[in-house]
């Protein structure tokens, strides 16, 4: 499914942040975890962070995890409220450079291993670029 909106994509220079959103119109619940993927064109999708949305995780709503590329630099946070995702990116380095996507997962698993067959609801994604 094809059901979030993502936005806060574009350029940025190395060392700089970016904020990106990802919103659920027309839904109230999206899964047991949210989390954002990037992925270059020729490499496989790589799962960046995931936080719990639910109970049933085995982890207490709000519990994040991050891959070690971006652990430390990116921050996942999600207002349940209004049915939003955020990936706030600090200290942008030319690696980072990707179509960036936002997904639910309807999967108890879905902290461990942030993998893309664990979730079945994204959006279409939103370009990000790191200039030198």
């Known amino acids: 499914r094809m059901d979030l909106v993502e936005s806060g994509g574009g350029s940025v220079q190395a060392g700089g942040s970016l904020r990106l959103s990802c919103a659920a119109p027309g839904l109230s619940y999206v899964g047991y975890c949210m989390a954002w993927f990037r992925q270059v064109s020729g490499k496989e999708r790589e799962g960046l962070a995931a936080?719990?949305?639910?109970?049933?995780?085995?982890?207490?709503?709000?519990?994040?995890s991050y891959a070690d590329p971006v652990q430390g630099r990116f921050t996942i946070s999600r207002d349940n409220a209004q049915n939003t995702l955020t990936l706030q990116m600090n200290n942008l380095i030319p690696e980072d450079p990707a179509m960036y996507s936002c997904?639910?997962?309807?999967?108890?698993?879905?902290?461990?291993?942030?993998?893309?067959?664990?979730?079945?609801?994204w959006g279409q994604g939103t370009q990000v670029t790191v200039s030198t």
């Open positions: 997904a639910g997962a309807a999967r108890r698993d879905c902290l461990q291993h942030i993998m893309s067959s664990k979730y079945n609801i």
């Open positions: 936080i719990t949305t639910q109970v049933g995780t085995g982890r207490p709503i709000g519990t994040e």
